[in-house]
């Protein structure tokens, strides 16, 4: 690259007249300035930064600064710009503002001019537009870094070996893009990467052991003759076979849909056929009545036994959500919970202990109440349970029933004769008892659910009457709350009381369980006799070709290690050679600069000396001509001290009678008024 002197001597002597853009700031708002600022301090920049130090900072620190806050955007910026070209700066900052989505609007000249100057008024609104948004540049620098098209003449295309190494160049940023693409969207995921890394990992193995198999058979199937034509046999049944499981699928939801809409059928045409009865052979009054138990029936069990079954599905649909939302459980933190479990079983059979000593020392007035009303709500929802599952069975038949007499019409009616009529009388006369046996105990099933119901409204007036009772007596003695608590205790009684019978049927099982078991064990042990024996052979074969194996690896992790340190020292050996290569090409290069450079000064200062290096009409030197410029800055700098002079002489009179002017300006105006 030319050195500092050579761009000198390519400038106009226009350009020597610029300032250092100082001048400038003022096309910036107090706004912009206090936003660069903060975010440098924000950004740990400079964190001691105020406005007053920013504003005196020279242009070579304001660069170093602006390069400082590129090189946060990308590493490439990783220069100090004190032993970097100019040029080379300009460069290399103007190609990566398109990166930022940033355009200068200047010149590659005024552009270069004005990073080496200072000049506020082109740094400042690139340090706005990337401390605004530096963590959304972050990323765009990182993307484009590797998205950035390299530009090359269009007759380069015609090379088949650059269009191939171009369309491999845009294959790698779309592959890059997805790759991205998906990191983010991993990202946002709660996956473990080192369950991941697991599961990854089972599936290679799985892959690799596949492939053994598939080498393996296709070894053995290759040495037989007709190996092709079995192949396409093969393939063959393969797609006929998955083609016969999608339509084994189909034909699963078709039938599936088929008994759903059959079993719709059904209930319609039962309802029909009541109907059809009740008009011709019962009044108003009885469908009424009919309708009014169906509809009291179905509301006692829409009202007492489906929010219970709909809460406890919530409940378990809840659990399973929140499991379903949680990360992965390891092995520790199962056993952690299993501990917390056991614990809690624990605390919960001392409460149940306690409970039970508390309530085996005194008793209740209101327990045989509570007692009395446990037991009728026990019988009513067994009941319900029992009316449920009856009318279920009669759906079942009723279902039986219309298919019965669907097929008995599709085969014809069949007139029964003699003794099949005979048996087909007694049979029904039989059904007829057993309908009116069931329709019996439905009845009594009904009235009793009705004394039942009047019970427990009996008894839970009583109730409210003596809690109410009960709460009083609790303030007069001042004991409130002993009620709430027995209640309690005696609902955790029960709870033990019904588990403690698990247990004890459960004990059983596991005692049968256990039996069956040991004669297992028996039978298991003497077929497992010689097999045994067996083993241990096979086990003394394992362990002397084990020793053997210890050995052979030994051996070859010695090799290795050896190998590898000679490979680590020829790899740094090439490593310094090539560092030397590198350094000695540099100083190559650097010297051919500077011998270029000597020569160009060297034959200035020959021209120079020779007085032919005349500028201009006037035939100046640029020695004359830096002399006489430097006589008019010293004059300009001798004037301008003068006038300073002459400043701070004046400086205490000019106080003064400003001083004068503002009480003259209050005393016309106090007159004005």
Known sequence: PPSLLATLTQESP???HRGTGKGSRASMSQQDTHLIVDRLREYKFEEDLTLVTFDDKTPQELLILFNNVLKDLSIDHDIDVRDEDPQDTAVRIMNFLPVLNYNPNVDFDTFKDGLQEGDRSLIYPILVHVLSSLPSLRKRAYIGRFLTNVELPEEMFADPEIQAKHAEYTQLQQQFKETHKATDAMRGTKTQPTELKREVQQLEEERQQLKQRITKMEAKLRKLDNFEALYEVTSTLRKEQEREAVLRERMEEQQMMYKQAETRFYQVRKKLGEMETTAHDGTGEDLLQRLQEDVRS??????????????SKQQRLEGV?????????SDYELHNMQQDMQQLSQEISNLQEQEQRAQNQGGDKLSMFRQQAMIVSRKKQDQLERLQ?????????????????????HKGVKILKGAEFEKYANGLKLKAKQHKKLKGELSSVMAEKVILQRTEDILKTRHGDQTKFLEELEKKKGVQGAAELQEKLETVSEQTSS???????TL???SKVVSKINDTIKEKKAKLAPLIKELRQVRAD??????????KKAAYDNTKVGLDADRDKLSMEVTAYMEECRREESRYHYLNAMIHSTSVMLERAVKEAAGRNKIGEMGQSYE?????????EENQSKILRERQKQVKDDHDNNVEQAKMFKSLHKLLACKIR
Request: hydrophobic residues 30%; aromatic residues 4%; contains cysteine.
């Open 14 to 16: 226009q350009s020597l």
């Open 624 to 632: 004359e001509l830096y002399k006489s410029r430097i006589q008019a």
């Open 321 to 329: 959500r929140k499991i379903i939302e949680q990360p992965a459980v």
């Open 542 to 551: 394992f362990a002397h070709l084990e020793t053997e194996y210890n050995e």
């Open 499 to 505: 588990v403690n019978k698990a247990k004890e049927m």
């Open 508 to 510: 059983e099982e596991i």
């Open 389 to 409: 599952m009856k009318e279920e069975e009669l759906r079942e038949l009723e279902q039986d029933l219309n298919e019965k007499r669907e097929k008995s019409g």
């Open 298 to 311: 179905k509301t006692m069990i829409c009202m007492e036994k489906l929010p219970d079954d709909i809460s």
